[in-house]
């Protein structure tokens, strides 16, 4: 009887816990949707003064947030045209490797991602600057770019673990080139995690905010221009960009599935 009640009172608290999980996570997620429909001209949405599109309205209508979009998207898509080709370098040359020599590579391939983002971004400022080169969009995507391959390598990496050599062996025991073994058997294994480092570049780049301060130059990405409005004063607005961006991800996360799914089915 009593193992019985204590079993009960642990399904119980590790439902409690679940819940009080995910309100953590999703709490300040619901706020911020919230707030986007609340008649307010602050951002909260307490008190309520009734319900309103007037800030998605003004979302859709605000050209300085459409143009730090298009400018974050710019240096997303060019960090990851960078990052790519050096993590996956990276990751076929550290597969290649065996002993003291493959952890002391490792380690030099992922200590970008242990430096603070400020110094990274000051340290390429001022490294350039000796050669002409002022921020901008080039600073920009070189900089975040010197840590994103690095999470890019890793990624790479973990797919080449489960990489079966023996089908490398063979094809070239057949007479096929390095250049082809590369193009029609590692490149196509490796996809599924080409696809998912592309994914995670291009929000590592979007959401990066101490790295890019310094190297951006006059433009002026999404993130810095969030951080321009806390300083100066928050809208509503903000909290419509914010609903918009989580639909958008939520929407991508589904269609992704339902692709998984329907792949699956068909295997």
Known sequence: MLRRILARL????????????????????????????????????????GATLKWLQALFHDGEIGDALISSGIIAGGVILVSL??????????????????????????SPMLIPGIVIGISTLLFWRQIGVNGGYFLTILAQASFISSFVMLMIAAQLQRFDRTMEDAALGLGASRLMVLRRILL????????????????????NYNTTLFVRGTETPLTVFIATKVRTG??????????VMMLAALLGAVLWELKRIKTFARA
């Not at 642990?10 to 999980?21: D, H, I, K, T």
């Not at 550290?94 to 952890?103: D, F, K, V, W």
């Open 234 to 243: 928050l809208t509503p607005v903000i909290n419509a960009l914010g609903l």
């Open 85 to 110: 080709p050096i993590g996956i370098a990276s990751a076929l040359v550290l597969n290649s490797l065996h002993g003291r020599a493959r952890g002391f590579i490792y380690g030099l391939m992922v």
């Open 10 to 49: 642990g399904q119980v608290a590790s439902r409690l816990y679940l819940l009080a999980f995910a309100g953590f996570l999703l709490g300040p997620l619901l706020i911020l949707g919230g707030a986007a429909f609340n008649d307010s001209n602050f951002p909260t949405v307490s008190p309520w003064q």
């Open 188 to 207: 196509p294994y490796l996809r599924p995690a080409i696809l998912a480092a592309c994914c995670l570049a291009f929000l590592q780049s979007f959401e």
